[in-house]
């Protein structure tokens, strides 16, 4: 989660700093460098830590059940990808030009309310599964109320403050850019409102009921992809 960011950003400055210009194509590939050295390292930090086991643990001929979750699993991941990505990518097609820039810029700053929610799943995901597999309901609701209280107080502030400097963050980009004032306040009321319900999708996966988030999350990309038919310019 911070690896990729981080060296990306790391590539831009260090490039800057020996007057080397940036191009979009060029950003690209540092973003595919940034993406692919994280994925390496991430890779070889799980086998240091867990070895031969990681092998072992898949069974070597795949019972119905395994190719149905994996299926279930590609499927969730490839709906949540076009539910992130559909909007900048339908603007662009449909609508003025720049317009698609201006709403992936705000974009970009509304998902920084997704900051707390993304920490706690990390460490929430294993601990959902070990108490449905035991059973243990009630400390499982305890762990998820705690949880969605300690977003909360992240989430409400954060909400407020994005939603007063939300001109002058987007000001920060460049002229034009404040154009874009309307589209980040319903995008942060949107983000606030999703980091405020919960990792209801993750809970739903790591009790075993991930055909029901299929289910869901297909019926939302759907929804919004005839939304966004309708309502863009």
């Known amino acids: 989660l911070l690896l990729r960011p981080l060296l990306f950003v790391v590539l831009l400055g260090a490039a800057l700093q020996v007057g080397f210009r940036w191009t979009a ?9 940034s993406l692919l050295f994280s994925w390496l390292f991430a890779w070889a930090r799980l086998r240091s830590v ?14 119905p059940a395994w190719r149905k979750l994996v299926a279930q699993l590609f499927g969730l991941q490839l709906a ?10 339908m603007l662009y097609a449909l609508a003025p030009s720049g317009q698609a820039g201006i709403y992936a810029v705000a974009g970009r700053l509304a998902m920084f309310l997704s900051f707390a929610q993304v ?9 959902m599964s070990s108490l449905h597999a035991t059973g243990e309901r009630a400390e499982l609701q305890q762990h998820l109320r705690r949880a969605a209280r300690g977003v909360a107080l992240f989430t409400l502030p954060a909400v407020v403050v994005m939603w007063w400097t939300g001109p002058w963050l987007l000001s920060l980009f460049g002229p034009g850019f404040e154009d874009g004032e309307r589209t980040l306040r319903w995008l942060i009321c949107g983000r606030g409102f999703a980091a405020l319900s ?11 009921h991930q055909g029901v988030a299929l289910r869901i999350l297909l019926v939302t990309a759907v929804g919004k992809l005839l939304a966004n038919l309708l309502l863009m310019p």
Do not use: H, T
């Open 25 to 33: 194509e060029r950003v690209a590939v540092a973003a595919l460098i």
């Open 50 to 63: 867990v070895g031969q086991e990681l092998g072992q643990g898949v069974p070597q001929s795949p019972d």
């Open 80 to 89: 949540g990808v076009l539910v992130a990505q559909a909007d900048p990518a």
């Open 119 to 127: 920490a706690v799943n990390v460490v929430l995901a294993p601990l």
């Open 198 to 208: 919960g990792a209801v999708s993750l809970l739903l996966v790591m009790c075993g």
